[in-house]
């Protein structure tokens, strides 16, 4: 047992490596979107700026927790995109008959579906995350929460965008739904948790889990509690195990295309 999760282990970091280093090949364009995905995040967070100036904080939020809010959502971002961006393409994949090629592989399916390439502009999101942390709060402690919280955020991430794409193994066509669901996180979790009420805030921290990927990290790294901490970790266990147990409830209906291809 602990052989095989060691084996997998090496074969998906293995495997992340060769996905970033297919990125690097141009690595002028490779460092041109990290440089303008810092450029473009960088826009967005200005306008914060300016409203902060009018009035000091919104819905309780101050410049302190809004810079720990967008760093937090890059970072998240970030390592979802990175290290697991095929993970955002599982319908497309269905949709076209192309998983007979991780099939036939001894490797763990679902793992090796979400490896297999890496967004080149996800690492400046990374970055981004990280200088947002140290112009905002270079403590030491902290700084190994918020590392944490960037890992649980991007496995949620990722694990929200493997179930909304496996749908496709029981209904046709669905990565627009797939795409607006992500789209619906990456908007919302820009915005101050507070401002959301009622069915809104149940659906954010709930079905939307953005509670765990950003609201509730926010509040342990100004006001520390472990019993928050465990509820992240809970929730990115819960989310994990979702998305094997949906992704591979639904392989059993897929139908091979016999699409022949081959996978290094």
Not at 30 to 36: G, M
Not at 39 to 62: A, C, P, R, V
Request: proline share 2%; hydrophobic share 50%.
């Amino acid at each position: 047992m602990l052989t095989a999760a060691k084996n997998q282990i090496k074969v998906t970091l293995l495997t992340t490596k060769y996905a970033v280093m297919r990125e690097m090949l141009n690595k002028a364009t490779f460092l041109s979107n990290v440089i303008f995905m810092i450029l473009n995040n960088s826009t967005f967070l200005i306008q914060w700026f300016l409203l902060l100036s009018i009035k000091e904080s919104i819905g309780g939020y101050d410049i302190h927790k809004i810079l720990y809010l967008w760093g937090l959502a890059s970072l998240s971002y970030g390592v979802a995109h990175f290290f697991f961006k095929g993970a955002f393409h599982i319908g497309e994949i269905i949709n076209e008959g192309k998983l007979d090629s991780y099939m036939v592989q001894p490797k763990n399916i679902l793992i090796s579906v979400s490896t297999a390439s890496c967004s080149p502009s996800a690492m400046g999101d990374i970055i981004y995350g990280f200088v947002l942390f140290f112009v905002n709060d270079p403590s030491v402690v902290n700084f190994l929460l918020y590392t944490l919280f960037g890992i649980t955020g991007g496995l949620i991430v990722t694990s929200v965008a493997i179930i909304l794409n496996s749908l496709s193994f029981w209904f046709a066509r669905t990565d627009s739904i797939a795409d607006a669901g992500m789209n619906l996180m990456t908007t919302f979790a820009t915005y101050p948790g507070t401002i959301f009420k009622g069915a809104t805030k149940i659906i954010l921290y709930t079905i939307v889990p953005l509670g765990a990927t950003a609201y509730i990290p926010i509040d342990i790294l100004t006001n520390f509690d472990w019993k928050y901490t465990l509820i992240v970790l809970g929730v990115t266990v819960l989310f994990v195990f979702l998305a094997f147990f949906i992704f591979y409830r639904g392989l059993k209906r897929y139908a091979s295309s016999n699409l022949m291809s081959a996978r290094i």
